[in-house]
């Protein structure tokens, strides 16, 4: 069964950083696509950055500047690198990647930004 993890989140301060992490397993493919997402309580899901592995990156107009996605395909994770957090940042951060066609996420993990 395949399955993303999310990893790195927690309490940070405004213009502090975290790097989050999306390690997938129980699949035999490499992960070619990683998609971050994150979600407030009572708002749609929104969709803020893409990473493919062969280089191809797309931030949302939000996060562009401050966060950086990336893929290690020695461990088959992709990161999310969060600098300059600030509170409107606070929400719960997916990650998604596809194979075969078939969409896979993580549970999601909580990222607060409180002074």
């Known amino acids: 069964q395949v399955q993303l993890v999310e990893s790195g989140g927690g309490l940070v301060q405004p213009g502090g950083s975290l790097r989050l992490s999306c390690a997938a397993s129980?699949?035999?493919?490499?992960?070619?696509?990683v998609a971050w997402y994150r979600q407030t309580q009572g708002l749609q899901r929104e969709w803020i950055a893409m990473?493919?592995?062969?280089?191809?990156?797309n931030y949302a107009d939000s996060v562009k500047g401050r966060f950086t996605a990336s893929i290690d395909n020695a461990q088959n994770t992709g990161y999310l690198q969060m600098s300059n957090l600030q509170l409107e940042d606070t929400a719960v951060y997916y990650c998604?990647?596809?194979?075969?066609?078939?969409?896979?996420w993580g549970r999601g993990i909580q990222v607060t930004v409180s002074s």
């Open positions: 990473r493919l592995i062969a280089g191809a990156s």
């Open positions: 998604k990647t596809v194979i075969r066609r078939r969409d896979y």
């Open positions: 129980g699949t035999t493919f490499s992960i070619n696509i």
